[in-house]
């Protein structure tokens, strides 16, 4: 089964209903020596891609992962970037704010780990937290020091998805290419997946009694993720909303929208013109004894 990338992407403009848009699908793969190979390919386009990145040098890009608990954002990151050059790429997570975060604006945090040209950045979570957890959790914000002359429900979420996608609509006119993916978990799965921390002493240290609580506000968490993804998914910075059930299904569509995005860049390795071409011939000739 083939892949399409759009078929996980939220048009710009879209008024995004997460009921409507599954949380599980028929595999795309048959069996798990066929996800290992597929998966093993997608590996080795990715390696081969992030060195032409780094040699063209005209690019960055910018993968964000955000879902509930237990998605699958950790295991994604970590099978599909298996391959890449550790010296190309870093994982940037957000957790709570520092007190010295807290002294500047909600993307400040964010914006000093962007990756340069030539690099991949993974943000595991990221700036969008400030309108997701934040919304969820008011008094997150109310904690932030922001002033209350600029704390209107009415007003503060449209502000913020207004900075938000100005940020990205400035990233990507610089060469800064950004892919958002929503892990899209079902609470059912969750639940499974919580009990199998439990069960599993190797896996005890994953969960705690916040995460026992977050699930009691997911209907809130949907409703603030559905009024995200349908005002921050661009042309520029499109999201892509990827089922997350079956945990290899996850990461073979990510892959593949990873691809993909690579692939519509159309870089080429520099070619050496007239000059560089007598300079190599030089350095050919230094060497002949």
């Not at 848009?21 to 597929?38: F, G, N, R």
């Not at 290419?177 to 978990?185: A, E, G, N, P, V």
């Amino acid at each position: 089964m083939k892949i399409n990338s759009a078929e996980f992407r939220v048009a710009e403009g879209c008024k995004v209903d997460l009921h409507k848009w599954p949380t599980e699908m028929d595999p795309v793969y048959k069996s798990d020596d066929q996800y290992h190979k597929i998966l093993g390919d997608h590996v080795d386009q990715l390696s081969a891609q992030q060195e032409l990145l780094f040699a063209s040098n005209r690019y960055a890009i910018l993968i964000i992962f955000q879902a509930m608990d237990a998605a699958g954002k950790d295991g994604a990151i970590k099978h599909v970037m298996s391959g890449v050059n550790p010296q190309g790429c870093r994982v940037s997570s957000f957790k709570h704010p520092t007190p010295e975060e807290l002294q500047h604006d909600f993307l400040w945090r964010t914006t000093r780990e962007l990756p340069e040209r030539g690099q991949i950045g993974i943000f595991n979570r990221s700036y969008y937290e400030e309108v997701l957890i934040a919304r969820v959790h008011p008094q997150i914000m109310r904690g932030e020091g922001v002033p209350d002359a600029l704390l209107d429900e009415k007003e503060i979420w449209h502000d913020r998805f207004r900075s938000i996608t100005n940020l990205e609509r400035h990233l990507s006119g610089n060469g800064t290419r950004i892919i958002k993916f929503f892990l899209h978990l079902s609470k059912d799965e969750q639940r499974k997946r919580f009990l199998s921390r439990i069960d599993q002493p190797d896996k005890n240290w994953k969960i705690s009694q916040a995460d026992i609580e977050e699930r009691k506000f997911w209907k809130d968490y949907m409703h603030a993720y559905e009024a995200c993804l349908s005002a921050t998914s661009t042309q520029e910075a499109p999201w892509y909303v990827v089922p997350a059930d079956d945990k290899k299904n996850t990461r073979l569509i990510v892959s593949q929208v990873i691809l993909d995005t690579l692939a519509g860049l159309k870089m080429a390795y520099p070619q050496a013109d007239a000059r560089r071409q007598e300079e190599l011939q030089n350095m050919r000739a230094q060497m002949a004894d």
